[in-house]
């Protein structure tokens, strides 16, 4: 991910509408190139996709992966579809909530750790699962949670 800057996010929402794609596809690109969408970004996107403020800001807030906050260094995405709540996800998402003080979509105040929540994995068989750091970790519990964030870098 690089710093945010406005001259790329154009050429990213451009490039976008250029390629015919929708909406959804330029929010994806400015995640995967900044992390998240800034505010600068709503004026671009409601001209070149033709929406309102309220159409481009509820597209950003019904996607889980889309944020108009800046991620933590770290992330923490625990999944919380059926197969994992069934192996214990609920209690190990609560855990990782009493331990990091921060509740899912939140950022911590030093800007080191985002805790995420996520719906499938692909890691059915072997929940809990988590992306840690964009890395999957199957059958977490909160020994190996502790374990993880022990040894995330500050």
């Known amino acids: 991910m690089t710093r ?83 192996a214990g996800a609920r209690a190990l998402t609560a855990h990782a909530c009493a331990k990091t003080g921060l509740q899912p979509g939140q950022t911590s105040a030093d800007g080191a750790l985002t805790l995420h929540n996520v719906y499938c994995l692909g890691l059915c068989t072997h929940g809990p699962a988590a992306l840690i750091d964009g890395k999957p970790v199957a059958e977490l519990d909160e020994d190996k949670l502790d374990a993880h964030l022990a040894g995330l870098e500050p």
């Open 4 to 86: 945010w800057n406005e001259e790329k996010c154009r050429a990213l929402i451009e490039e976008t509408c250029a390629k015919g794609q929708p909406l959804t596809a330029a929010l994806r690109a400015l995640v995967d190139a900044f992390g998240y969408i800034d505010d600068a970004a709503l004026a671009p996107l409601m001209q070149g996709f033709a929406r309102s403020r309220a159409e481009v800001r509820s597209a950003i807030a019904y996607y889980d992966d889309f944020s108009m906050r800046p991620p933590g260094r770290h992330s923490i995405r625990l999944c919380q579809a059926e197969a994992c709540q069934a």
